[in-house]
């Protein structure tokens, strides 16, 4: 019997994603997006429902309409420095509209939840790589709404049976691998697209936020998971749910292991094949050297096998839909 799935936010770069895959196992899937940051002609497939998870009176008529196995949340706002200027926008999104979502979900009695956290909620690291148990203290406000959510989750869980998977992402990187579908921010932040349109001659260069860190080139590390992996991890989580085989948990999703900023921006000279003009700058205040996953878990309990484990192989899917896509490449 195929699922049914509620993919919120599944008009942006990783739900669109998530709802494609979904799409190829068989699941019976409903988007609901506001399309304020996602693309309407990204949703490939299943129902698309244009509203918001703030208006209550629209996700109860949608709960009623059919029954969901399973929620998956990608509707929240991302950008830190965003959060940094607007807290309030991302208390009020991430924080509030999750909560009318998930008290829609309760009343309705759709139990099964997967939450796309981050690892913004482990603030500076102490250690790495970061574990599950790594403290939690995260420090701006966009981290802290996703810090906020985890815990309301584990209340909810204790006082009405609400099943929860949090998957706290590391950097999604890359795109679909048959090209459909791609990053498609504006304004861009993330580092493999801003080389990207570098690259293209869309910026006129890149800029290396420091180059004196203590890592062995002095730029900082990353942990780049591909955005078919995360989806892939999406997966399993439901089915882990669906089974029985879990109630909750909280997964780090990662490689395991980092690429620094200057070998991203050589493996883009590489796949591109012509060198990218790049401009070194300040540090910038809070980043820290190395933010790496400890990947143990999900790997170990949910069966995770990321299948991009090369950073050339991450970089070329983003450079193949960005080439075929050259309208859709926001600065």
Same mark, same amino acid.
């Given at each position: 019997m195929a699922? &049914? !799935?509620? @993919? %919120? +936010? +599944?008009a942006g770069y990783i739900g669109s994603h998530m709802v494609k895959r979904l799409?190829?196992?068989?699941?019976?899937? %409903?988007?609901?997006?506001?399309?304020?940051?996602? #693309?309407?002609?990204? @949703?490939?497939?299943?129902?698309? %429902? #244009?509203?918001? !998870?703030?208006?209550?009176?629209?996700?109860?008529?949608?709960?009623?309409?059919?029954r969901f196995d399973a929620v998956m949340h990608f509707a929240s706002h991302i950008e830190v420095g965003e959060s940094v200027r607007q807290p309030a926008k991302y208390y009020r999104n991430n924080v509030a &509209? =999750?909560? =009318?979502l998930l008290e829609a979900m309760i009343?309705?009695? %759709?139990?099964?939840? !997967?939450?796309?956290? =981050?690892a913004a909620i482990f603030g500076k690291?102490?250690?790495?790589? !970061?574990d599950e148990h790594h403290p939690r203290a995260p420090i701006n406000p966009y981290g802290r709404t996703k810090n906020m959510i985890e815990q309301v989750l584990a209340d909810l869980d204790h006082a009405h049976g609400l099943r929860a998977v949090c998957l706290r992402y590391f950097?999604?990187?890359?795109?679909?691998? =048959?090209? @459909?579908?791609?990053?498609? #921010?504006?304004?861009e932040s993330h580092l493999i697209p801003l080389t990207l349109q570098a690259a293209s001659g869309r910026r006129p260069s890149i800029a290396v936020f420091g180059t004196d860190y203590d890592t062995p080139d002095g730029t900082c590390i990353r942990d780049y998971v591909h955005v078919q992996d995360l989806a892939d991890a999406h997966v399993l989580?439901?089915?882990?749910?669906?089974?029985?085989?879990r109630r909750d948990g909280t997964f780090n999703v990662g490689l395991g292991h980092g690429f620094s900023v200057k070998e991203v921006l050589d493996t883009v000279d590489e796949v591109?094949?012509?060198?990218?003009?790049?401009?070194?700058?300040?540090?910038r205040a809070g980043d820290p050297p190395r933010l790496v996953a400890d990947a143990t878990r999900i790997r170990e309990e949910l069966g995770f096998k990321p299948q991009f484990t090369d950073l050339k192989d991450i970089v070329q899917t983003a450079w193949n839909w960005h080439k075929g896509h050259p309208h859709d490449f926001k600065k």
């Open positions: 699922l &049914n !799935i509620l @993919v %919120v +936010g +599944g799409g190829a196992a068989g699941a019976e899937v %409903v988007t609901l997006d506001n399309l304020v940051s996602g #693309h309407r002609d990204a @949703v490939l497939g299943g129902e698309f %429902v #244009h509203g918001d !998870i703030a208006d209550r009176g629209l996700l109860e008529r949608l709960f009623a309409s059919r &509209n =999750t909560l =009318t009343a309705a009695k %759709v139990e099964r939840f !997967i939450f796309s956290s =981050t690291p102490e250690y790495t790589p !970061i950097n999604a990187a890359g795109a679909d691998p =048959t090209g @459909v579908l791609g990053e498609r #921010h504006d304004p989580a439901v089915e882990a749910l669906l089974s029985g085989q591109v094949g012509t060198p990218l003009n790049r401009e070194l700058a300040p540090r």
